[in-house]
Protein backbone atom coordinates (compact mmCIF):
# COMPACT_ATOMS: atom_id res chain seq x y z
CA UNK A 1 0.00 0.00 0.00
CA UNK A 2 1.04 3.69 -0.36
CA UNK A 3 2.56 5.68 2.06
CA UNK A 4 0.51 8.96 3.94
CA UNK A 5 -0.63 11.31 2.17
CA UNK A 6 0.04 9.30 -1.35
CA UNK A 7 -3.30 7.55 -3.07
CA UNK A 8 -3.00 4.15 -3.54
CA UNK A 9 -3.43 3.05 -6.94
CA UNK A 10 -6.52 -0.34 -7.22
CA UNK A 11 -6.41 -2.45 -10.10
CA UNK A 12 -9.31 -4.96 -11.51
CA UNK A 13 -6.20 -7.40 -11.14
CA UNK A 14 -5.56 -6.86 -7.41
CA UNK A 15 -9.83 -6.31 -6.54
CA UNK A 16 -11.85 -9.42 -6.28
CA UNK A 17 -15.21 -8.53 -8.12
CA UNK A 18 -18.35 -8.83 -5.73
CA UNK A 19 -21.20 -10.57 -6.17
CA UNK A 20 -24.05 -9.27 -8.15
CA UNK A 21 -26.78 -7.29 -6.03
CA UNK A 22 -29.81 -9.61 -6.63
CA UNK A 23 -31.63 -6.44 -6.69
CA UNK A 24 -30.18 -5.06 -9.90
CA UNK A 25 -31.67 -8.23 -11.21
CA UNK A 26 -34.75 -7.52 -9.67
CA UNK A 27 -34.88 -4.68 -11.46
CA UNK A 28 -34.00 -5.31 -14.80
CA UNK A 29 -36.92 -7.95 -14.96
CA UNK A 30 -38.90 -5.05 -13.68
CA UNK A 31 -38.00 -2.89 -17.16
CA UNK A 32 -38.39 -5.97 -19.44
CA UNK A 33 -41.75 -6.64 -18.25
CA UNK A 34 -44.66 -5.30 -20.59
CA UNK A 35 -47.45 -5.86 -18.35
CA UNK A 36 -49.37 -2.79 -17.77
CA UNK A 37 -50.48 -3.59 -13.69
CA UNK A 38 -46.76 -4.20 -13.09
CA UNK A 39 -45.67 -3.08 -9.69
CA UNK A 40 -42.29 -2.14 -8.32
CA UNK A 41 -40.92 -3.79 -5.68
CA UNK A 42 -37.79 -2.26 -5.68
CA UNK A 43 -35.76 0.28 -2.83
CA UNK A 44 -38.84 2.74 -1.61
CA UNK A 45 -41.80 3.59 -0.79
CA UNK A 46 -45.13 2.73 -3.22
CA UNK A 47 -47.65 5.08 -4.13
CA UNK A 48 -50.27 4.65 -6.59
CA UNK A 49 -51.01 6.61 -9.51
CA UNK A 50 -51.96 9.90 -7.23
CA UNK A 51 -49.28 9.73 -5.52
CA UNK A 52 -50.73 8.30 -2.59
CA UNK A 53 -49.25 5.36 -0.45
CA UNK A 54 -49.98 2.39 -1.73
CA UNK A 55 -50.19 -0.37 0.72
CA UNK A 56 -49.35 -4.18 -0.55
CA UNK A 57 -52.41 -6.18 0.29
CA UNK A 58 -50.47 -8.53 2.43
CA UNK A 59 -49.22 -5.68 4.92
CA UNK A 60 -52.79 -5.16 5.17
CA UNK A 61 -54.16 -8.94 5.68
CA UNK A 62 -51.14 -9.35 8.69
CA UNK A 63 -52.41 -5.94 9.93
CA UNK A 64 -55.91 -7.00 10.04
CA UNK A 65 -54.74 -10.33 11.57
CA UNK A 66 -52.84 -9.27 14.19
CA UNK A 67 -55.24 -6.46 15.60
CA UNK A 68 -57.53 -9.52 15.39
CA UNK A 69 -55.39 -11.40 17.42
CA UNK A 70 -54.93 -8.56 19.79
CA UNK A 71 -51.44 -8.38 19.22
CA UNK A 72 -49.53 -4.54 19.88
CA UNK A 73 -48.96 -3.33 16.46
CA UNK A 74 -46.90 -0.18 15.88
CA UNK A 75 -48.07 2.73 14.10
CA UNK A 76 -46.45 2.66 10.89
CA UNK A 77 -46.56 4.63 7.85
CA UNK A 78 -47.18 1.27 6.01
CA UNK A 79 -50.53 0.51 7.70
CA UNK A 80 -51.56 4.01 8.42
CA UNK A 81 -52.11 3.29 12.01
Do not use: C, H
Request: hydrophobic share 40%; aromatic share 10%.
Amino acid sequence: MGSAGSPTMFTAEVVPRAAEDPLFGLMAAYKKDTFDKKVDLGIGAYRDDNAKPWVLPVVKKVDLVSYIAGADVTDSDYTGR
